[in-house]
């Protein structure tokens, strides 16, 4: 019954921004690392941020300085606050939960399309 929902994307221009929400349920989130990755057409999916149950974070280097992972355990919620957006992160996003041991599931929200074009 594990259910991430995302919302938020959509199509920006080029050093605009856009914030995504996933909202967990199914999940004791409070005790879930958290992330974010994205796929491009053609290319590998890739780490974008992560959050930990502590609240440290991690990005992928082409992301730090503009995009930021938070937290909200009261609302069950992670968010990915992207600024100053260019064309080479346009991609579908994804929420993540990871799994807590080896072995035991992790799961992925549907995914939600970012366009960065003028």
């Known amino acids: 019954q594990v259910q991430l929902v995302e919302s938020g994307g959509g199509v920006v221009q080029p050093g605009g921004s856009l914030r995504l929400s996933c909202t967990a349920s199914?999940?004791?989130?409070?005790?879930?690392?958290m992330e974010w990755y994205r796929q491009a057409p053609g290319k590998e999916r890739e780490l974008v941020a992560h959050?930990?149950?502590?609240?440290?974070?991690n990005y992928a280097d082409s992301v730090k300085g503009r995009f930021t992972i938070s937290r909200d355990n009261a609302k069950n919620t992670m968010y990915l606050q992207m600024r100053s957006l260019k064309p080479e992160d346009t991609a579908v996003y994804y929420c993540h939960k990871a799994a807590w041991l080896e072995g035991t599931p992790d799961y992925w929200g549907q995914g939600t399309q970012v366009t960065v074009s003028s």
């Open positions: 959050i930990s149950v502590t609240g440290d974070i």
């Open positions: 199914g999940i004791i989130f409070g005790l879930s690392d």
